[in-house]
């Protein structure tokens, strides 16, 4: 069937010109093509504007079932055959057409390979194809222009019907033509997953009730329409789509199923028991779209499937909760899906809009802000009609009210996201409601415990129940975190319930209470004593810190400083080992600017916490005053963890100065040592003894810092504490590798990094592959040294980790082996750093961790 001969697409509803040729050596025959295309308010398909995560065959096949017309443009190369394939792509393009009108240009040339000639010979016997020559690619464009503007005006004359003659209707008989599958005129983008495990459901005569669920604008019905086309072929008696958005009332869901089948209400008997005849031997697939207002109707949807052979996809954002049925609940699109949307939508109302470099970082930014769920990025591409990209980005710090378009053809209740979220939040009861708009001012995520929280005030309501209708509702997702639930909002729907409490005057205090949540879990840590009570906490802490942020925002804003101070100190251990001790600091460092009034306790902690950050990095006499006085006050108001804390890194500080200040280090660990001791702290008994054995290393005191080192681990070890084990293992290895025991000193650092694997602690990666960098150094393996140090700058780098600076222990060991090995070595050595550097990070853990003995010849440079 001509596809394009249904009838002629307004601007943004383009017809898709698919243009196959090899890539390189017609490069500007391609342009050309492309610019006459785009003039034309048509829109080019070509492989190199397409998602590059797919390989090309899956990709090129897709770009074919969706486009409208065929451009083959051919010159001398044959192409790239891929292994296990027969054919080349330009080939394989041809072979897998669908039967649209083909456009074929061949450019004037003494010689073509001959499988090619073997191409062009097949399409000149296609009396489907037409064909012209060319010299140049100006001539092309020419060509191509004028070419797709003939085949327009030839199907505008077959698809008019003002140009049809006159004709008195012939009498029709009772109708018994179903409703087909709208025709969507735009790809399905980014939903492979879903769309492969629909089909197969619906392959399953098991499987007869399939509903697809998720909020409003997430995509159900183009998943729905596309699965129920891959599957149309199983089902002899047909695939029947019908609408229900437009019913209000459930007990008239039977007629409008019946009339969507062309069944006639004669007015004799129940239309049910009509349906039910209709339907009873036919093998066929009713896609019902917009359930969830209708829901009631569901038992009866349910009477029928068990009367009769059809089966249902369904979609709702609600659960029929019928016996039999299978559901998949739709997320938000993959974020090179949703870029690939946003993108061919603005095309759509702007034809010359390009992803580019200079606006792709701005594109990422607004699918991100907007969930990368589809409906949103559909508003927002009619914005870019009138905005670049960079000034949609600023915008949608408010895009609920600028996203107020989108195509009239959408229903009504879609034309904006307010509409479609208040929509979906009108079906639910009054508590509810109220407590979805609370919800709103979560950033992230949140437990069944913090929903609980904010239910206070709502009257007698459970907050289970209330999250269940709001799950069901697809106003929050969840999702299990290890074992506990989790529950999430889109970012649309968050906004909306954080408009509503504002136009109410009630956020800040709904925010107030949101982080006293917060207060109190920071709070309930020093109920933990060890790292085994702590580390299910920390898993806890590492989903919410999104919430945390919110907590300290909220703080800041309503000037509750002590607050502020307060949360970040219960939480220093957390912020320390998740990487954000430099976020802590930029928060510290504001309350210490001038002009704001803090208390003693508040001012200490601030200092500590823009001082202890750094210590190691680089010599800073300030820090070792400024940790002083922090110890010093602890010490006054009898703090005794405060002030351990203080004195250990106190003692960082006085080892980092130039000359290091090993004297003052060891009496500074020696005070903090006995506050551990007679706090009983495992932790800090293991830190500080791990210090205690860096000063003696300092000074070759080897003996002593073994036994250090091997009191601290018992310590960790004893009391399960992974993180003190990891740190007092890396030392434990420095010790020997300075001992002269490499292959100790190995086994020591391979344990550690597989302690840190174990609950991802990135900087024991860095700290892990640096170490055995320096091992490999020892041993005269410079690439495999280089290439293990560029790992680690990589996941330093992109984590944002310190680098150790002068507290670092490889730095020395690898400066003397690169000065000791001369120019080949160094040329290893940088050759395998930057190999690491591009290199996967657990190929390259597992790398560190293979011995070099066993390792074979996986080992390159």
């Not at 510290?588 to 003693?600: C, F, H, Y």
Request: contains cysteine; aromatic residues 6%.
């Amino acid at each position: 069937m001509d596809r394009v001969a249904g009838g002629i697409r307004t601007p943004d509803q383009r017809l898709r010109v698919f243009v196959s040729s090899t890539l390189k050596e017609l490069a500007p025959e391609r342009r050309a093509a492309r610019g006459a295309i785009e003039r034309l308010s048509m829109a080019p398909v070509m492989f190199e504007l397409g998602a590059r995560p797919h390989p090309p065959r899956s990709l090129y096949r897709a770009y074919l079932e969706q486009s409208d017309i065929f451009v083959g443009i051919y010159g001398e190369q044959y192409g790239w055959i891929a292994p296990g394939e027969d054919v080349s792509g330009l080939e394989d393009e041809w072979n897998l057409a669908p039967d649209i009108p083909k456009l074929i240009y061949l450019k004037r040339t003494e010689r073509r390979d001959d499988r090619l000639e073997g191409l062009l010979a097949r399409i000149r016997a296609d009396d489907r194809a037409s064909y012209a020559s060319f010299t140049d690619a100006a001539e092309l464009a020419e060509l191509v222009a004028a070419d797709l503007a003939s085949l327009l005006a030839e199907r505008f004359d077959a698809a008019d019907p003002r140009r049809a003659p006159f004709a008195e209707p012939a009498p029709q008989p009772a109708s018994t033509e179903s409703v087909r599958l709208p025709s969507p005129l735009t790809r399905l983008l980014g939903r492979d997953a879903e769309l492969a495990t629909v089909t197969r459901m619906l392959a399953d005569d098991g499987d007869r009730l399939v509903t697809l669920t998720g909020p409003g604008g997430i995509g159900k019905s183009r998943l729905a329409i596309a699965a129920a086309r891959a599957v149309e072929t199983s089902f002899p008696d047909g695939v029947v789509f019908v609408d229900l958005a437009p019913v209000i009332d459930p007990g008239l869901v039977t007629t409008a199923v019946a009339n969507a089948l062309g069944i006639r209400d004669s007015g004799d008997g129940s239309m049910s028991e009509r349906l039910r005849l209709a339907l009873a031997d036919r093998r066929m697939l009713l896609v019902l779209d917009n359930v969830e207002q209708v829901v009631e109707a569901a038992p009866a949807l349910a009477a029928l499937l068990g009367a009769t052979a059809v089966s249902v996809l369904a979609t709702s954002r609600i659960l029929l909760r019928v016996t039999g049925e299978q559901s998949i609940e739709l997320g938000p699109l993959p974020p090179e899906a949703a870029v690939d949307l946003l993108v061919e939508r603005a095309r759509a109302v702007k034809p010359d809009f390009e992803l580019t470099d200079a606006n792709a970082a701005q594109v990422a930014a607004i699918c991100t802000a907007l969930d990368c769920a589809p409906l949103a990025l559909e508003l927002a591409a009619a914005r870019l009609r009138v905005l670049t990209p960079a000034a949609l980005e600023e915008r949608l710090d408010h895009a609920l009210p600028l996203l107020t378009g989108g195509a009239r053809d959408l229903p009504e209740r879609q034309r904006t996201l307010r509409a479609t979220i208040d929509w979906s939040a009108q079906l639910l009861r009054p508590a509810e409601r109220e407590l979805l708009m609370r919800l709103g001012v979560f950033r992230s995520g949140f437990g069944l415990d913090a929903a609980e929280w904010m239910t206070d005030g709502l009257g007698d309501v459970d907050a289970m129940d209330a999250l269940g209708a709001l799950v069901d509702g697809s106003l929050v997702r969840e999702q299990d975190r290890g074992d506990r639930a989790w529950y999430t909002m889109l970012a649309t729907v968050r906004e909306y319930g954080r408009e509503h409490l504002e136009e109410r005057g009630i956020l800040t205090a709904t925010e107030e209470r949101h982080a006293r949540f917060y207060v109190a879990l920071a709070d309930s840590t020093d109920q933990q004593a060890t790292w085994k009570g702590q580390i299910d906490l920390m898993a806890r802490l590492a989903d919410e810190r999104d919430e945390l942020r919110g907590t300290v925002d909220h703080f800041m804003a309503t000037e509750q400083y002590a607050e502020l101070a307060s949360l970040v100190w219960h939480l220093y251990w957390f912020w320390w080992v998740s990487g954000q001790l430099g976020e802590v600091r930029t928060w510290m460092l504001r309350l210490l600017e001038p002009g704001i009034d803090l208390d003693d306790r508040t001012r200490v902690i601030a200092l500590f916490s823009t001082h202890s950050i750094r210590v190691g990095e680089t010599p800073d006499a300030d820090a070792a005053a400024a940790l002083a006085e922090c110890a010093a006050y602890f010490e006054r108001v009898g703090d005794r963890l405060g002030e351990s804390l203080s004195l250990v890194a106190l003692a960082i500080a006085q080892m980092s100065l130039t000359p290091p200040d090993i004297d003052g280090a060891e009496r500074t660990l020696g005070r903090s040592l006995e506050l551990v001791e007679e706090d009983g702290d495992p932790f800090g008994r293991t830190m500080v003894r791990i210090m205690l054995a860096r000063a003696a290393m300092a000074r070759g005191r080897l003996n002593l810092a073994f036994r250090l080192l091997d009191e601290s681990l018992g310590i960790a070890r004893d009391n399960e504490d992974p993180l003190g084990e990891a740190i007092a293992l890396n030392h434990l290895g420095w010790a020997r590798l300075l001992d002269g025991d490499p292959e100790g000193a190995r086994g020591c650092f391979t344990e550690q990094l597989l302690i840190s694997s174990t609950f991802g602690h990135e900087e024991g990666f860095a700290y892990g592959l640096e170490a055995m960098s320096a091992v490999a150094a020892v041993s005269g393996d410079l690439a495999r040294a280089g290439r293990l140090f560029g790992a680690a700058e990589i996941v330093r780098e992109r984590k944002g980790l310190m680098t150790g600076g002068t507290f670092s222990l490889h730095g020395p060991i690898l400066e003397r082996a690169l000065a000791e090995a001369g120019h080949d070595g160094t040329a290893a050595f940088e050759a395998g750093r930057r190999a690491g550097r591009g290199a996967d990070l657990a190929d390259m853990v597992a790398l560190a961790m293979t011995s070099p003995v066993s390792e074979g010849t996986t080992e390159t440079a």
